[in-house]
């Protein structure tokens, strides 16, 4: 399941964006799945909780909550941010996305002290299981619900680079894993009898959520930090420009991303007998080249006479 994570994470590039209103459309909905999904969870996990007394399933259980209140977050989140720039925000509000990311880094690290200490507490003190059948069906639910909703925030994600879909869906995909492993608990307590199973391997849980948390948290601070796009992105972009004949060069290719937006800027080297409105039609050509390449993107073009030396920033 890691790799399938890094895998879905790495295939998302901005090219393979939708529109802005389609995308958001969609983003809308994953948004409006992910609560439900959480609240039909945490239901069924509280009473099966109070009827096998298992702290693997107390861990299941507090991790829905956090997942409801991480939902609940992304959904305003995902609001906020595809609303259109203004005058305060000339750029938009995409910066709430990797702000909701964060914030669900930190929910996912709450929940895993949370499980530390209770597992802890019944290393020294183990406890039988009760009613394993219950606990084995609600797990059994959740894991079916879980892989679709993780299968349609997989798509979103494809369709929009949403970097606060990404978090809710890493967030999820933990979830069937930790869910397995609740199921595998249950069943070491009461077929074998090993009632240090339920806290190890809750802790075993506590460390993977920690990890997940890690994963969340860096994604969000790249996009914050305005890092580049990826390199294949840029080397398009490149290909893109340099393939029009008007153009005799390219430096300072700058790009960045905020929520389903990509922001573009290069400096184009032309023929310098070419008359201001020639270059501005080539600039124009160019932009539209990329924006077909790239729809969400935002493209600044400066255009500059071939051969003339200026300070340039060292990035390429």
Request: hydrophobic share 50%.
């Amino acid at each position: 399941m890691p790799d399938a994570i890094t895998d879905s994470n790495k295939q998302t590039t901005a090219g393979a964006r939708l529109p802005s209103d389609q995308a958001g459309r969609l983003m809308r909905l994953a948004t409006y799945a992910s609560v439900t999904v959480a609240a039909v969870l945490i239901v069924t996990k509280f009473a099966a909780w109070l009827m096998t007394d298992a702290v693997s399933l107390l861990s299941t259980l507090i991790d829905s909550f956090l997942d409801a209140g991480a939902s609940l977050l992304n959904l305003l989140a995902v609001r906020h941010a595809l609303e259109p720039a203004d005058k305060e925000h000339r750029f938009g509000h995409g910066k709430a996305e990797p702000l909701a990311g964060l914030a669900q880094a930190a929910f996912i690290c709450g929940s895993a002290v949370f499980l530390v200490i209770e597992a802890g507490a019944r290393l020294f003190n183990p406890r039988n299981i009760e009613n394993t059948d219950v606990g084995y069906a609600v797990m059994g639910l959740a894991i079916v619900l879980t892989l679709i909703l993780v299968a349609f925030q997989r798509y979103v994600v494809g369709k929009t680079g949403s970097i606060a879909i990404t978090a809710d869906s890493v967030h999820y995909q933990m979830d069937i894993l930790v869910n397995a492993g609740v199921i595998l608990s249950l069943w070491l307590v009461s077929a074998l009898g090993w009632t240090l199973a339920d806290p190890l391997i809750a802790l075993i849980i506590a460390g993977y959520i920690f990890w997940g948390a890690r994963r969340i948290g860096n994604a969000a601070y790249h996009m914050l930090m305005d890092r580049e796009l990826k390199d294949d992105e840029r080397q398009k972009i490149l290909d893109i420009a340099l393939a029009h004949p008007g153009v005799k060069g390219l430096h300072d290719l700058r790009t960045r991303s905020s929520g389903n937006r990509v922001f573009i800027q290069m400096h184009l080297e032309m023929d310098g007998d070419k008359s201001l409105l020639d270059a501005h039609t080539i600039a124009d050509a160019v932009e539209a080249k990329v924006m077909q390449a790239f729809p969400n993107a935002e493209v600044l073009i400066h255009e500059d006479p071939e051969g003339v030396e200026e300070k340039r920033a060292v990035f390429h």
